[in-house]
């Protein structure tokens, strides 16, 4: 048995392995090249963006060339594909409309299960790789079939949080060498095999925004409303429901004593709600495109609750609760209330370090 899970030598074990042009996916490459395995790299060109390269990002013009770099110095074969109309059309219309139903998308979990666990993995198939390799920080443990995820073991960088509507088969396909290496052990490797991406800046969560700035990025889209407190009284005005999230507190454009925070986002009625902190809290929430990655269990069931964590914002950590299932309605109920819940984001379950699978919050309840 090989370290990827195959009874074969790793010398007739084909990977590919999915090279955005930075450190970690450049490693995986390495580590795997190092074990002797049959490594192929392919890279996605998403978009064109001559200011990309000012600040963290991934997939554009110099990131494919450090990849090709990289593999000039690995010796392996290279591969791109441009795939700018379908990262379009799958992730940057879907984060603009997105923002214009009052949600807080998280594009990076779209990208993930659609342009690189869709597409890039049938590319992989195609090429009749045994299995393909990233250089995300996550643990997958298990052989070939019903594989389960785990947390990283470096916290700080784990991506669970984003890659949570893995299917089980991309699952099984996958395998993601760096979910046992530290974030800072990975550079030195870089360093020490010669990779010229050994310090390069890691990229950034929009990575098809160079600047960053999300706001400028929708500003074609903006519509001018009302922001109301929680009697639906009109405090102010604003010029855009896309330049707002829940718990946001700067920049709402309302004079007060007390600080005031976003509250909720009404598509409807294109109104900002806002309030005290206070009144952030809530205690349960809706979920819509649920995933689970637990092969032991049967969601036949029409009815079903599972004692759990849950996390509701990427940098958070998980709370204590239980997922219900009422017919084909999902919601999760927390022990402690909760901050923020937000609609558009993730609520990614846990059971310990074990990642059970998530939803898209569509709606707070309480």
């Not at 441009?82 to 409309?97: A, C, G, L």
């Not at 099984?172 to 974030?183: N, V």
């Not at 010029?239 to 509250?263: A, K, M, W």
């Not at 819940?341 to 059970?356: H, P, S, W």
């Amino acid at each position: 048995m090989n370290t990827l899970g195959f009874n074969k030598d790793p010398s007739e074990t084909t990977v590919v392995v999915a090279m955005s042009g930075g450190v970690d996916s450049s490693v995986t490459a390495g580590l795997l090249k190092k074990e002797g395995y049959n490594v192929i790299g392919i890279t996605l060109q998403l978009y064109s963006s001559n200011s990309s390269a000012k600040k963290g990002s991934c997939c554009s013009g110099i990131d494919i060339y450090d990849a090709r770099r990289v593999a000039q110095k690995l010796d392996i074969p290279h591969y791109v594909f441009n795939y700018e109309k379908t990262f379009k059309e799958d992730v940057i219309d879907y984060f603009i409309q997105s923002y214009e139903n009052g949600e807080t998308p998280i594009p990076c979990v779209k990208c993930n299960e659609t342009v690189k666990f869709r597409d890039l993995l049938g590319f992989a198939k195609k090429l009749d790789a045994d299995c393909m390799a990233t250089g995300h920080y996550i643990k997958r443990k298990g052989k070939t079939e019903n594989a389960l995820m785990y947390r990283a073991e470096d916290k700080s960088k784990d991506q669970s949080y984003f890659l949570f509507s893995m299917t089980q088969e991309q699952l099984d396909y996958l395998r993601f060498p760096l979910g046992d290496i530290p974030k800072e052990q990975t550079r030195k490797i870089a360093e020490e095999i010669g990779l010229v991406v050994y310090n390069k800046k890691d990229s950034q969560d929009i990575c098809f925004i160079p600047d960053g700035d999300y706001k400028k990025f929708l500003k074609s889209h903006k519509k001018r409303g009302e922001i109301i407190d929680l009697h639906g009284k009109v405090l102010s005005h604003h010029e855009g429901i896309q330049n707002f999230t829940v718990g946001q507190r700067r920049g709402i454009g309302v004079s007060s004593n007390e600080p005031l925070y976003v509250i909720d986002i009404l598509k409807e009625t294109n109104q900002i709600v806002v309030g005290d902190k206070k009144d952030l809290l809530g205690t349960s929430l809706l979920l819509d495109n649920m995933n689970f990655i637990m092969p032991e269990f049967d969601f036949s069931k029409s009815e079903l609750q599972i004692s759990c964590s849950a996390k509701i914002r990427s940098l958070s950590e998980p709370m204590k609760g239980k997922l219900i299932k009422k017919s084909q309605t999902y919601s999760f109920e927390f022990d402690e209330p909760a901050e923020a819940i937000t609609k558009g984001q993730a609520c990614v379950l846990y059971d310990q370090d074990r990642v059970l699978g998530g939803g898209i919050i569509s709606q707070k309840l309480n």
